[in-house]
């Protein structure tokens, strides 16, 4: 069964940091783009981060450049979002998701974790 | 960066009905599109790529169009499981960004 299982979220200061995690099984991780999308209580989707298969490409949404990092290895089929510098703001469920790309373009998001909590707050 | 506007906010409708939602992106994003069902609690599904490709195991009463700024997903005969949120995406760039989401409630 292709599945994404995220972890690592909970409730955190401003200013403080949290590292979610994704574990992949059920398919070739290392073949696929992966991304993280959160949504904060009430409000729509927002894409967060991409990564390219091999790490070699990363790309993020303009909130959160210089705070987040995402990251992968490919030998432990995981998928990794560092958060630094939190604020109230960053507050959501964050979800990873699987890219598929096939001839060089993308299909949207078609596998997705069922998320983990993030709660900043003093 | 690219606004994408979904209008309506919530649609209210009985099952049966043929339900269209569209979705304005504010520059051209070619045909770089998805959209996706969410229901309350849980993770979001792809139902559409490509502006009109559906997904793997889709129903066939979903379908998708639209190029360039303006998108549509309809729903040609509304289920009782089709209530649920949608929302589009745009992946022209590798900026990518969401609809608000439109809410398709029981009338």
């Known amino acids: 069964e292709v599945q994404l299982v995220e972890s690592g979220g909970g409730l955190v200061q401003p200013g403080g940091s949290l590292r979610l995690s994704c574990a992949a099984s059920g398919f070739t991780f290392s073949s696929y783009w992966m991304s993280w999308v959160r949504q904060a209580p009430g409000k729509g989707l927002e894409w967060v981060a991409n990564?390219?298969?091999?790490?070699?490409?990363?790309y993020y949404v303009d909130s959160v450049k210089g705070r987040f990092t995402i990251s992968r290895d490919n030998a432990k089929n995981s998928l990794y979002l560092q958060m630094n510098s939190l604020r109230a703001e960053d507050t959501a469920v964050y979800y990873c998701?699987?890219?598929?790309?096939?001839?060089?373009?993308?299909?949207?998001?078609?596998?997705w974790g069922q998320g983990t909590t993030v709660t900043v707050s003093s | 960066d690219i606004q994408m506007t979904q209008s309506p906010s919530t649609l209210s409708a009985s099952v049966g009905d043929r339900v269209t939602i569209t979705c304005r992106a504010s520059q051209s994003i070619s045909s770089w599109l998805a959209w996706y069902q969410q229901k309350p609690g849980k993770a979001p599904k792809l139902l559409i790529y490509?502006?009109?490709s559906l997904d793997s195991g889709v129903p066939s009463r979903f379908s998708g169009s639209g190029s360039g700024t303006e998108f549509t997903l309809t729903i040609s005969s509304l289920q009782p499981d089709d209530f649920a949120t949608y929302s589009c995406q745009q992946y022209n760039s590798y900026s990518w960004t969401f609809g608000q989401g439109t809410k398709v409630e029981i009338k």
């Open positions: 990564i390219k298969q091999d790490g070699s490409e990363k």
């Open positions: 998701a699987r890219v598929p790309r096939r001839a060089s373009i993308f299909h949207g998001m078609d596998v």
């Open positions: 490509k502006a009109s």
